[in-house]
């Protein structure tokens, strides 16, 4: 396995709208250390990839749907551009993603339609993904590669 030198580039996708979040998210940062930048990308996930010239790890893709599916864009057109933005690569993503289609079905319909949506967008990430890691209880899973 190659490696890579700092600094890493880490985007977060979360909005942050409470104290708890908030926490969490410094939490995250206090984590990461010197060798991490972060870029905010709640929306524009697709814009930071091509821009992006190092390594990246982004936090995560089920994030990033749920703010588009709340600010009624367009899932389609948006994970086609994210799949475009991913092929255009310059260098290694690690995509962090919730996998919430093992559960039962929601009785709420914005639940099962992000479920629906989210489903498809891993699929469609995974498809083009050289390796792909199902973590479950803390162990890893390798489902591809």
């Given at each position: 396995?190659?490696?890579?030198?700092?600094p890493?580039?880490y985007?977060?996708?979360?909005?942050?709208?409470?104290?708890?979040?908030?926490?969490?998210?410094?939490?995250?940062?206090?984590?990461?250390?010197?060798?991490?930048?972060?870029?905010?990308?709640?929306?524009?996930?697709?814009?930071?990839?091509?821009?992006?010239?190092?390594?990246?790890?982004?936090?995560?893709?089920?994030?990033?749907?749920?703010?588009?599916l709340?600010?009624?864009?367009?899932?389609?057109?948006?994970?086609?551009?994210?799949?475009?933005?991913l092929?255009?690569?310059?260098?290694?993503?690690?995509?962090?993603?919730?996998?919430?289609?093992?559960?039962?079905?929601?009785?709420?319909?914005?639940?099962?339609?992000?479920?629906?949506?989210?489903?498809?967008?891993?699929?469609?990430?995974?498809?083009?993904?050289?390796?792909?890691?199902?973590?479950?209880?803390?162990?890893?899973?390798?489902?591809?590669?």
């Amino acid at each position: 396995m190659q490696s890579f030198a700092p600094p890493y580039l880490y985007i977060a996708t979360a909005q942050i709208f409470d104290a708890e979040l908030e926490a969490r998210v410094d939490l995250h940062r206090q984590r990461r250390g010197g060798d991490w930048q972060t870029l905010e990308a709640p929306f524009d996930l697709p814009q930071a990839l091509r821009q992006a010239q190092q390594p990246v790890l982004v936090d995560c893709l089920s994030m990033w749907l749920s703010n588009l599916l709340l600010d009624e864009r367009d899932l389609g057109d948006e994970t086609a551009d994210l799949c475009a933005a991913l092929e255009q690569a310059k260098g290694p993503i690690v995509l962090v993603s919730n996998e919430v289609g093992l559960g039962g079905i929601s009785a709420n319909a914005l639940q099962r339609r992000f479920a629906d949506a989210l489903g498809l967008l891993n699929q469609r990430v995974a498809g083009m993904s050289e390796r792909v890691v199902l973590v479950a209880a803390g162990l890893p899973l390798t489902l591809k590669g």
